[in-house]
């Protein structure tokens, strides 16, 4: 089992000795989360920044997050730790969930992406990203709404932006007008990519799977930074 054995030996090393406490939420409904100093600081470009000087947060061990979420700061300490998303409320593969509860499941991936964009944890966002298309097959139903999500929480030029684009492409025509008018605020730059696109498509692309399925790391942040996805570094593909 080397694949083990490299995910143990890398872990064990992200991990070191040091505790430091994460202090979430606004002023008298915050939650303290205790984590290891180098884990979170050799995976988010903030926490490096925050506790890599000779600051405050740093001498006390210390860093507060007032304007997050301590639910959605909890996925995220959980998925340092065992490289899991646990975001999901529903039951059995298959089975329906009610809407309310789709949508809140919705909202916290988003919410997950735009914490993860904020930590410049690019390992967490392209997670963010195979989490949210697993939940599309689970659902046996596409997010419409996901092009304007991705479009709100990702620079110009990252490369999760085709993913929404591409998936769009594949729609029935029913299911693009069904958006253009479930779009009351269109966002500007998916409607402008997804009308060009739109324009090139051709009847193989049409009938064909998303990339995605044959090719995630396209739509991986590591890809263009030349750095190991995320799947590698936890042992799961080779
Ligand atoms: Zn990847």
Not at 69 to 77: A, K, L, Q, R, S
Not at 86 to 109: M, T
Not at 129 to 151: C, H, N, Q
Not at 163 to 176: C, K, Y
Request: glycine share 6%.
């Amino acid at each position: 089992m080397e694949w083990l054995e490299y995910s143990h030996a890398n872990t064990m090393r992200r991990l070191g000795t040091k505790i430091i406490t994460v202090r979430v939420g606004e002023a008298g409904s915050t939650k303290d989360f205790s984590v290891h100093e180098e884990l979170v600081r050799a995976n988010s470009p903030f926490f490096e920044a925050a506790l890599g000087r000779e600051w405050k947060e740093a001498v006390e061990g210390v860093v507060t997050l007032p304007d997050d979420n301590p639910e959605i700061f909890g996925i995220y300490v959980q998925w340092l730790y065992c490289g899991q998303i646990f975001s999901q409320v529903q039951g059995k593969e298959g089975e329906k969930v009610d809407a309310a509860r789709w949508i809140e499941e919705w909202n916290r991936l988003d919410q997950c992406y735009a914490l993860g964009d904020k930590l410049q944890d690019t390992d967490f966002k392209d997670c963010i990203v195979d989490a949210s298309m697993e939940k599309t097959r689970w659902d046996k139903l596409e997010f419409l709404g996901f092009g304007p999500i991705i479009y709100t929480s990702s620079a110009e030029k990252s490369p999760v932006r085709k993913l929404p684009v591409e998936l769009a492409l594949r729609w029935p025509d029913s299911a693009l007008e069904k958006y253009c008018i479930q779009q009351r605020q269109p966002h500007d730059n998916f409607t402008a990519d997804l009308m060009l696109a739109l324009s090139k498509r051709t009847q193989a692309e049409r009938n064909s799977p998303c990339p995605y399925w044959s090719d995630p790391c396209r739509y991986h942040e590591h890809t263009p930074l030349n750095k190991p996805c995320h799947k590698t570094k936890r042992g799961l593909t080779r």
